[in-house]
């Protein structure tokens, strides 16, 4: 064990002094938890994690995720410290303001060196988890022949909010039973939240609730660096389970109101700010400063991760070439070059087949060929059908597998596939109910906002799941998905798109929705837009009527088309798998495909909300506006409903009349 | 202690048989959860459980929620063998089928004796805490000269589906800290999920798990009937605490594929049906019958409950008069006659204000007048402004107050508050920031198609919220929300539209989503129209020009309208809080409105998706689509976005261009 010396304490004071002065300067900002936790991470920095500010990309890094994103100052403070190019003083300075590296909330698509987008609390544990998975998972795979690749950990701080969201006790419970050894939680215990203490709300025994889940537990003074870094010590040697150490902190510590809700949030005052320096032994009028002895301090720890980085890229070249090739592909994510031609084709004359079923056909080609693939479902694996052929599953101590049982933890599983993403080296994929979407909504916001390369997986999609009734059948999720940014929605419409649709899920740097049917579906004739977002599927030249649909009512419209045409009349039917993908194209080709001075019909189980843009205003919806599903087989309910071809006809006629 | 007899085992059976024959007539449905817990159910009915089956609404019943709501059949089974006169064995033989009283899932919209809306797990996990603190509340209040009003029990059967959920922990937690010793979950601890053994997934000490919230925890054989009614007199014992019995069940008990994830769902086939029939001892042949002398002592039993109920409405009678009104008062959900003057009006002259602050003026005027009135907030009290002038906090002994401390658990919050909305004589609110919807988005579902009378108060509803950046600010929820059937959403402009948007939030039967602003808004000089869903702020008789906007930015269209005006042109400015009202209205006064042949500008700080259906086809939008927000003080933010005067004029007078 180490002893720590006064350069130690005003190391970690540093970390205080810059969030006082950045929160203090953008009058905004929440100082309480960088202000607790610097002594805890001081101590992680300086004797346990390994990252190069130099380059933080280094594959092998040790992952620190501020689950509680609100301290965001924490890591800025820290990248600042140990020397990360991309965060100057100046930055600092512009906390929280336009175009700024500093964002109120850490986010990694715009700061280098920030691991996941962090804020609406419990999300980073269950990233943490995602990370973990991955590293054990990579582990595996790439860890022989002599050589180490992948061997880091996974650290996440923690907060009472943290703790007390759902998604917290999901990932815990999913990490207890995976037995990630190399995942500890720093849970900055500091009993005070924005309401005021914890009590108020919040007495669980936290030590017991997570060895419950199979977690070795600790409880350290936040403020002893010797008790803190025995415990980090411990944790390490812990290599079967994860480990939560407790920091026992005071929140905002320093601040004359330190260990109340008011040091949590808001800036304390210029007067405060100086009282807190003066507690720290910091000149008080100094702002932004970090004396040199401290500062040079700082870049030694951050050099030694640059060291790090060096010895293992120098490990890396003793890997055999075919390992390291891989490796290196694993890394940069490549896709196979023959991935049209591996993907499978369903011919038009086979008998119909659920997209789900499909999507399990398609997947049982693409996992052998694309080792990045991690699979896994919501405990609705026969269902969803995303367990490929001969997949195993991965099991506390035995990552060889490609399939994750995510248990019935949506959004958990959610979270950590953004964390799998946001890894590297890993493209996750995972399924549920498409009605079951809401449960991890926060997380598919959070891949959109952070470009995570996630994959869901939705079956189900529609009323035609038939008998399992309203509770199950989703009526506003495909337009509750379409209304947000940065995620690509595809419903495809046959066992072809689907096949497209997978194509399109690997090659999208960002998250994609597949939205795909219980029910099995006709194989179109012709399949050939996909990519574009809509196509005609039936063409006509200088059309009367367009029809317009997704998923399963594309061949519902094809069969209403075929007695329109019966009637002489010029049908064009529009398939239409993705808005987002479509929004892409240019106005000439959309205008093309959808003229706005034809006649429209719009055809789709679910609601009619955002479809009027893609129409004139000679338009009509058969859609299911203002009521939720029904409880009946298949067949009643698509006629309940009004989804049959005969209908079709009818409000067609009815629109040309 | 009872001892049990053959009756008592054949009258468990039948539960067993009734469900064996819906699930294989409708060749669909779960067998799995009633064959397993049929035993307890039993004993639970027998010995504890008092409702009356011929009158489901009397208030002072215990409560029994089916949180593993795939087991429909097990309630289907309950109402019919009590007699409850809605549930004839016709309704059960027409189990999910189309208009049945017997759907997929228990939906009490639908099934009289039905107390909520489950399928989606861990709902009613959430569902249970609300009653029991609907149940502790009402009874502070009306349990006090000499008579006892509210004395009943909160009884859920969860499963391991329900456990593995975020929600169900949170929910626990919650009950746990709040000491609800009148709640007691029965676990339906069979061991098997859908993808096989929850040993796949799930390894958690359930026991132990629940002891670190604070719960008293039972296990049980449960299938011995002596056993379950031991823990269950235990559970009445304790009263400071809610209680988990872990009933070791055996999954589709008595089928041939009992105790594997193949008896969870799907009929099983005749001859499993009668092969399970045999090994009750019942007659393989029989289809859904029930013997005569079993079904009188079902009958018995629900007599048991008839009578309970007399005695409890006989001693109603004993209670002074006004406390008897009162509770009449409280059952119907009264509003005070003088609602719209007791409403605080805010002058146009007086200074601008969030409409966050002005609805926390709203309830402090409310809350005192209005006594079902129950608030709440997941944290975010001073942020949400819900916490009305000298109301105090529900504690632990202590249900007094007004206000419940939720904790960060906005999903439970809002489960629970869909329980106390079901429960009766309670009208929940609850806060958090708008953004955090998300995470309750499966529960605000549940209300919207249950019809519960749920208040949701979204504060910082844009991304005018500022510094805290694009995970805090909503983009996407607006449209998302307004996607959602049977859900009202109001989005008011300023305090006395607040003020409007409370009086119709109180007098809705469903849901209300309330969505309000974290800045300052000007006092309207107008406000008349809130009821409509839209009105005419600014108008013209022949406007030239439509500025169409919500909340903050119908004050910012106000502004622009100035300008416009002021170079000649005639301007409608309409304030739209709520797209649901206005769909309400006939399509004359909609179009006299919003005349599509006038051009329009829509201002709103949220996605435009589904705003093309209140325009015509020369209309623009001012809105932010594609991207997330941004981290920056409010005016920053906004200029950055666009929402300025200047901008509105400028895309208005493109528009006219």
Redesign the interface.
């Known amino acids: 064990m180490s002893e720590f010396s006064e350069l130690d304490r005003a190391s970690a004071h540093a970390i205080r002094t810059l969030t006082l002065d950045a929160v203090q300067t953008?009058n905004?900002?929440h100082p309480g938890m960088p202000l607790g936790m610097a002594d805890v991470t001081y101590v992680l920095y300086k004797h346990f994690l390994r990252t190069d500010p130099q380059d933080a990309s280094w594959f092998n890094r040790d992952r620190l995720i501020v689950s509680a994103?609100?301290g965001s100052m924490l890591p800025y403070s820290l990248l600042y410290l140990t020397g990360a190019p991309g965060m100057p003083i100046e930055q600092l300075k512009r906390f929280?303001?336009?175009?700024?590296l500093t964002?109120?909330?850490p986010?990694n698509h715009i700061t280098v060196g920030i691991e996941v987008?962090?804020?609406?609390?419990?999300s980073g544990t269950a990233n943490s988890v995602g990370m973990a998975i991955a590293e054990a998972w990579l582990a595996t795979r790439f860890n022989k022949d002599g050589v180490t690749l992948i061997d880091h950990h996974t650290y996440a701080i923690v907060s009472?909010?943290?703790l007390?969201?759902?998604?917290?006790?999901?990932a815990a419970?999913?990490a207890?039973?995976l037995g990630l050894g190399k995942l500890v939680w720093l849970y900055d215990d500091n009993a005070i939240?924005?309401?005021g203490p914890?009590s108020?709300?919040?007495?669980?025994?936290?030590s017991?609730?997570f060895?419950?889940?199979?977690w070795h537990t600790l409880t350290v003074d936040a403020h002893d660096m010797s008790d803190v870094e025995k415990a980090l010590r411990e944790a390490r040697t812990i290599t079967d389970k994860p480990t939560l150490i407790s920091c026992k902190s005071i929140i905002g510590k320093g601040l004359p109101k330190q260990g109340t809700s008011k040091a949590h949030s808001d800036a304390p005052g210029w007067d405060d700010v100086k009282a807190a320096k003066r507690s720290y032994g910091a000149d008080p009028e100094a702002v932004f400063h970090v004396a040199t002895e401290i500062l040079a301090h700082w870049r030694a720890i951050g050099a030694a991760g640059t060291a790090a980085h060096f010895a293992w890229q120098q490990h890396l070249q003793l890997a055999p070439a075919e390992l390291r090739a891989q490796f290196e592909a694993a890394v940069r994510g490549d896709l196979p070059a023959n991935l049209d031609a591996a993907l499978p084709f369903f011919d038009p004359t086979e008998k119909p087949i659920a997209t789900r079923a499909a999507s399990g056909k398609v997947l049982d080609t693409l996992v052998p060929l694309i080792p990045n693939l991690l699979g896994g479902?919501a405990?609705?694996?026969?269902?969803n059908n995303t367990l490929p052929k001969d997949a195993g599953?991965l099991k506390r101590g035995d990552f060889s597998g490609r399939y994750v049982?995510?248990?019935?933890?949506?959004?958990?599983m959610a979270g950590a596939m953004n964390g799998m993403a946001l890894h590297g080296g890993v493209v996750p994929y995972g399924g549920t109910f498409f009605?079951?979407s809401?449960?991890m909504?926060?997380a598919i916001?959070?891949a959109?906002?952070s470009g995570a390369h996630t994959i869901f997986v939705f079956t189900h999609d529609s009323v035609g799941l038939?008998?399992?009734?309203?509770?199950?059948q989703p009526?506003?999720q495909l337009?509750?998905l379409?209304?947000?940014?940065?995620l690509v929605t595809l419903r495809p419409a046959d066992a072809n798109e689907t096949a497209a649709a997978w194509k399109i899920a690997l090659q999208e740097s960002g998250p994609v929705a597949l939205v795909l049917s219980r029910q099995a579906l006709p194989i179109l004739p012709k399949n050939n837009g996909v990519e574009q977002g809509a196509y005609a599927v039936l063409d006509d030249a200088a059309p009367q009527l367009l029809l317009i649909a997704s998923g399963s009512e594309v061949g519902l419209c094809m069969s209403a088309a075929k007695l329109l045409i019966a009637q002489g009349l010029r049908v064009r039917v529009v398939s239409m798998p993705s808005w987002e993908l479509f929004d892409r194209q240019d106005a000439a080709a959309r205008n093309a495909l959808l003229p706005?001075d034809v006649p429209a019909l719009v055809v789709e189980a679910g609601?009619?909300?955002?479809w009027?843009?893609y129409v004139?205003?000679h338009a009509d919806f058969l859609t299911i506006?203002?009521?939720?599903g029904?409880?009946?087989?298949l067949a009643?309910?698509l006629r309940?409903f009004g989804f049959t071809a005969e209908n079709v006809v009818t409000k067609a006629l009815a629109l040309l009349a």
Chains 1, 2 share one sequence.
């Open positions: 953008a905004s900002g994103g609100h929280r303001q336009i175009d700024s964002p109120g909330h986010e987008t962090t804020g609406p609390l419990g009472d909010g943290d007390q969201e759902g998604v917290s006790h999901e419970s999913l207890g039973h939240s924005i309401d914890t108020l709300s919040f007495s669980e025994d936290i017991t609730r060895r419950s889940y199979g479902s405990d609705l694996t026969p269902s599953s049982r995510y248990g019935v933890r949506e959004h958990a009605c079951f809401d449960f909504r926060p916001r959070l959109a906002l038939g008998e399992d009734g309203p509770t199950h009526i506003e337009s509750s379409r209304a947000m940014p940065g706005k609601v009619s909300q955002g009027h843009k004139g205003s506006d203002g009521r939720f029904a409880s009946a087989p009643d309910v309940t």
